[in-house]
């Protein structure tokens, strides 16, 4: 039998309590129904923690944060006390109800109850203060590790009052002291002394009275002494409070059991009995990201409130985010959905969907701030743990943080699920927890759910804005409309001289300027965070390449040779988008490659025909779409039919899919991309389909206005900020983008009848794609024994950047090039690289990355490794 078989077995007949019971004599005692005690302890193990006011922890076996659980009993038990307070309340006062959960362990259970409930209206309380988000509220947890609770409701009148005050019917607010007909609702994971919920009715009383409240949890274990508790404290308030809850019992704790229970999490800690951080090192297994495309204006859950209208946009995206994630897990069978602590809600209805999707075995729990020991047996709640830093810039600052029974629990794959908040360097460090996951499962899957973050607005409703329609639906503006929904304004473009050396009126780059921020990194360290899933490569820069003397006279050479070439694809290009697009384009070129091309096209239909064409620059990033902010600036400028996106040259057509993935969202837009070249049959505009040497592809920012690559880094771009790039201003004498643009616009009289023959010929062809090229990458990237695609960069464009900004393996060159590769043979020279001539190639030249790449693939020199 397999351990993880006897694990299982044993735990069907071991109690997950009896080890705590057996050393300290804790009890758990059932509420004297004939099964009471069984299913109290079904609900329910036990565990020690390092706490001075409570040295043993309740820990469920149904809340799905230390325990893994199925993600549907973990739903299923806070939606069915959802609906047995909705039959306590009857529906009138049921859609008048607000539901309150606790963090951090039962945002989720609250959530679910909100469900269940049908139409109420959810907030949890948080202990990340968000700036700019005014406190409604705030409370302590007399037990708990962090006991500091905020509210942070973005609508203000929550609180006060539920669906009837937010729809501006004043029945249900508070009003001169005359308490609220709209119930509360609190929701935690046990009920036990009661001090936790009672303090939060008592500090909420005093500032939004109202006549009744609901109390829920899954057990309810307050001592006979506590029971009176309740009713004296409604009569002290004048409301009623009632209580539902799963099961309910007692803890018999016997004198002494903190003592006790202190001393045996000394002794256990001094051994060594907790799972020490994983040795993460070179072996570490990369890290995939899933892009769920969250729905846009639902939030990531409670901390600012989370209404009927957000749950009718979310349920309908959850099978395709669970079919997103599906398609990363490859053959795995045992998959654990992760959440982060506050974040319970989102991770649990995707592993919800993912149960419905996938045949695998599904569990879900949640890392946590509460330390708790471990110790492997099978009669203790919590088996082994994971440690590891926080990754939110916590508020009270660094510290630990923990995954339980995750380890050794047989898991072929694990989906980490966080906000964006929590995508930052600590969760991809060497000790974060991605790595210490790697550690212990096959496959590390991420998947970030964009951080809700609610606009500061003045605080009254219109009475006639329903509850939960976005105002955008009507006349009236909101005044708790989120950030994630359009801003009420962008900022203009950067133009040249502020921002780029080109012309003022030759490009608006839809950029924020993060000039004086340091994002380059080595390019070997880079390389190394980029493969091992610990950094996307769109949240650093490399180092500048400088090129040599020698490199610059080749460039110039290359450039004086291929001019007319590029002038007349250029032309060429232009003209098709003009005869088949529209006859007044905008352009916006895919920063940076195409906006060089952006400029031509421009400069050509003004000398050919007197046309002055806008363009703009903007960002996209392969697997993390478009930049939303500068579409919605361009649908707000400009008709979206009018807008023709440009870039340089197409490779294996990555981000010409990108493109048409990330326009899906938005109204108007055409995704057909016109490039120069286009040798991977990619595309249906173009300048041409070989591939040719374009000068613009040897150089980076110096040939693209000394602009860099885009960035976007959760730290350094907001919901409503543009994505950023850098003006390297300091490399202005090296600077040849002007001197490119003249050269090839100097051409342009000389080509116009080839041109014209061309388009003629052109407008009259199949051009349809035949992806062409992405077979080719396909085929490349198992024949080398690479398998991945984005390992593969084809044609001499694609080619000139892995030498530049990677670290190259080999570069695969068709037999009988020539000059057009003078330059990626200098550039292989230069850094070790070798050249393989090959035959039956569809491009000039290939690229391969080095396909396992840490530092160590690199020699002493810093040259890469010929492969043997």
């Known amino acids: 039998m397999s351990g993880r078989a006897a694990r299982k077995e044993t735990a069907n007949v071991v109690w997950s309590g009896s080890w705590v019971a057996e050393r300290l004599g804790v009890e758990l005692v059932g509420d004297g129904r004939p099964d009471g005690d069984r299913e109290l302890k079904e609900l329910l193990g036990l565990a020690l923690r390092r706490n ?385 996951l790697a550690a212990h499962t096959d496959h590390v899957l991420l998947a970030v759910v964009p951080s809700y973050v609610p606009s500061c607005a003045p605080a009254d409703v219109p009475a006639d804005v329903p509850w939960g329609v976005s105002p955008y639906a009507s006349e009236h503006a909101s005044p708790y409309t989120s950030e994630r929904q359009e801003p009420p304004m962008l900022p203009e473009p950067l133009r040249g001289p502020a921002f780029s050396s080109y012309a003022p009126d030759d490009v608006g780059w839809l950029l924020q300027d993060l000039s004086d921020t340091e994002l380059e990194a080595p390019t070997e360290e880079r390389e190394e965070a980029i493969q091992s899933g610990g950094a996307h490569y769109a949240e650093s820069l490399p180092v500048e390449y400088q090129p040599s003397a020698q490199y610059q006279n080749l460039f110039k050479a290359a450039l004086d040779l291929s001019a007319a070439r590029v002038a007349r694809a250029v032309g060429t290009v232009t003209e098709t988008v003009l005869a088949e697009r529209t006859p007044r384009p905008v352009l916006v070129s895919l920063a940076r490659a195409g906006t060089p091309v952006g400029v031509l096209m421009r400069h050509w239909a003004r000398q050919r025909h007197g046309i002055d064409l806008p363009h703009y620059a903007i960002s996209i990033v392969r697997g993390r779409g478009i930049d939303a902010n500068a579409l919605r600036w361009l649908a707000a400028h400009h008709d979206p039919a009018d807008i023709v996106f440009v870039d340089g040259w197409t490779g294996k057509g990555a981000i010409t899919r990108e493109l048409s993935e990330a326009l899906a969202g938005f109204d108007g837009f055409n995704p057909e991309i016109a490039v120069l070249a286009d040798p991977g049959g990619c595309v249906r505009t173009y300048g041409t389909r070989e591939d040719f040497l374009i000068p613009s592809a040897c150089l980076n920012s110096t040939v693209s206005g000394l602009i860099s690559r885009t960035v976007l880094r959760s730290d350094l771009v907001g919901p409503d900020d543009y994505h950023g790039a850098k003006f390297y201003r300091e490399l202005a004498d090296a600077d040849v983008s002007g001197h490119f643009l003249d050269t090839v616009a100097d051409r342009f009289d000389e080509v116009v009848d080839a041109v014209d023959a061309e388009v003629k010929e052109l407008l009259a062809a199949d051009r349809a794609p035949t992806w062409e090229g992405w077979a080719a990458v396909e085929r490349i990237s198992e024949e080398y024994g690479i398998h991945d695609v984005n390992l593969v960069k084809p044609g001499v464009g694609e080619t000139t950047r892995v030498l530049l900004r990677r670290v190259p393996w080999k570069i695969l060159a068709k037999r009988g090039a020539g000059a057009d590769l003078e330059h990626i043979r200098l550039l292989a020279e230069q850094r070790g690289v070798p050249v393989e001539e090959v035959d039956e190639l569809p491009y000039t030249c290939v690229g391969l990355i080095h396909p396992k790449y840490t530092r160590g693939a690199t020699g002493a020199d810093g040259k890469a490794v010929e492969s043997k």
């Not at 019992?249 to 003592?259: A, D, I, Y």
């Not at 040795?279 to 859950?301: F, I, S």
Request: charged residues 20%.
């Open 52 to 436: 001075p006011k409570r040295a043993h922890l309740l820990v469920s076996n149904v809340l799905g944060k230390h325990v893994p659980q199925k993600p549907s009993v973990v739903y299923g038990a806070g939606f069915e006390l959802g609906r047995r307070v909705h039959e306590l309340l009857g529906d009138a006062e049921a859609r008048r109800a607000v539901v309150l959960g606790y963090a951090e362990t039962a945002t989720g259970l609250g959530h679910a109850v909100a469900d269940g409930l049908g139409v109420a209206p959810y907030l949890h309380s948080t202990r990340r203060p968000v700036e700019g988000v005014a406190q409604a509220g705030g409370f302590e947890e007399s037990h708990s590790h962090a006991t500091s609770h905020l509210l942070l409701p973005e609508d203000p009148n929550l609180l006060a009052g539920g669906r009837e005050a937010m729809d501006g019917e004043r029945g249900g607010t508070a009003v001169d002291g005359v308490p609220s007909d709209a119930p509360l609702v609190l929701v935690d994971d046990e009920f036990s002394t009661g001090n936790t919920v009672l303090n939060t009715i008592r500090a909420l009383h005093e500032q939004y009275p109202r006549s009744r409240y609901v109390i829920v949890a899954l057990v309810d274990m307050r001592s006979p002494a506590d029971h009176g508790r309740l009713s004296e404290f409604a009569a002290e308030i004048g409301a009623r409070v009632d209580l539902v809850a799963r099961s309910s019992g007692t803890v018999t704790l016997p004198e002494g059991v903190l003592e006790k229970g202190q001393a045996l999490v000394a002794a256990h800690e001094g051994a060594g009995s907790a799972t020490p951080r994983a040795a993460v090192g070179t072996g570490r297994r990369p890290c995939t990201r899933v892009d769920l495309q969250w729905p846009d204006g639902v939030p990531d859950g409670g901390r600012h409130g989370f209404t009927p209208a957000h749950r009718a946009a979310l349920e309908p995206a959850l099978p395709a985010m669970a079919a997103r994630i599906a398609a990363s897990l490859g053959a795995a069978r045992r998959v654990l959905v992760l959440g982060f602590e506050e974040l319970m809600y989102a991770p649990l209805r995707l592993g919800m969907a993912l149960e419905d999707h996938t045949d695998a075995e599904v569990r879900y729990s949640t890392t946590t701030r509460s330390p708790v020991l471990a110790v492997d047996d099978p009669g203790y709640a919590i088996r082994s743990r994971l440690v590891f830093p926080a990754h939110d810039n916590p508020a009270d600052g660094p510290g630990d943080r923990y995954a339980y029974n995750v380890a050794g629990a047989g898991f072929d794959a694990v989906v980490v699920a966080v906000d964006s908040t929590a995508d930052t360097p600590e969760l991809h460090a060497p000790d974060g927890l991605l790595a210490q």
